[in-house]
């Protein structure tokens, strides 16, 4: 892809793109800009590719395709401070602030929930096109979004919903997991850190497995738990408790 891209937006997830992008190979040129200019600065010291930009507006009158991911307060500001200049270069737009009109401003844009594993290029993106993008346009953003993990193409009305899965996926999964190793560490007088990276390496190695055989949970349970042994109780447990903790998580985070 030569497509010259640029990030409105350095935080979390921005400067997640960034690292994502920049170890992708791309060749086409990438522009950044942040409101806390020493921030932007941290964020390009870790990669001699990516080219900051004094303003909003210079990433804009740069870049063929711009991610607007910043706070909402500050995308509808940069939107409208910048009308003009975007309905004059008509840049493709992608935000991941759901809701902001973005069709005020402009025919091409798009909506994503992106997560923060895009710098290991694992990231998992629920995306959704405007009704008048392109066919060739809906290609340019898969592709840069892909560059950096795989992408689902959702109905916009349920982005909201997947999100809990893949956006806010990485802080509970890992917290699930750091939990448990916690748990055992604390019970047992073990080395915490030394549980926590056992866990950490046994569900890398469980995923890898599960992709590479195709294989879901219950096949796994298949290879691992005896009859009557630990693993088969541990599971038995899982199943009976979890759906209902996992109902009311889903229903304090609004997802439900």
């Not at 960034?18 to 200019?37: E, V």
């Not at 917290?175 to 046994?202: I, K, P, Q």
Request: aromatic share 6%; glycine share 8%.
């Amino acid at each position: 892809m030569n497509t010259r891209i640029g990030i409105i937006g350095l935080g979390r997830l921005g400067s997640a793109l960034a690292r994502g992008i920049d170890r992708s190979g791309h060749t086409g040129g990438l522009y950044a800009c942040n409101r806390t200019a020493s921030k932007a600065q941290t964020v390009a010291a870790q990669m001699p590719t990516l080219r900051l930009c004094s303003s909003a507006a210079e990433v804009l009158r740069q870049c063929e395709l711009v991610f607007l991911w910043t706070k909402p307060p500050d995308a509808l500001q940069i939107l409208e401070t910048n009308m003009d200049l975007i309905r004059q270069r008509r840049p493709l737009l992608v935000t991941c602030v759901i809701g902001i009109p973005l069709v005020r401003f402009t025919d091409r844009w798009a909506e994503c929930l992106p997560n923060v594993n895009m710098p290991v290029r694992k990231g998992v993106t629920a995306l959704s096109y405007a009704p008048t993008l392109s066919e060739p346009d809906r290609r340019l953003v898969f592709d840069a979004l892909a560059s950096v993990g795989s992408v689902h193409v959702l109905p916009p009305e349920e982005i909201a919903f997947y999100s809990a899965l893949c956006s806010c996926g990485p802080a509970l999964y890992a917290t699930m997991l750091e939990l448990l190793a916690d748990l055992m560490a604390a019970r047992r007088g073990y080395d915490r850190d030394l549980c926590r990276r056992m866990v950490r390496e046994t569900m890398l190695g469980t995923l890898l497995l599960q992709e590479s055989d195709g294989a879901d949970a219950s096949e796994v349970v298949n290879r691992v738990a005896h009859p009557g042994g630990p693993s088969e109780a541990g599971v038995s447990h899982l199943r009976s408790t979890l759906p209902a903790l996992y109902e009311a998580m889903l229903q304090k985070m609004q997802k439900w």
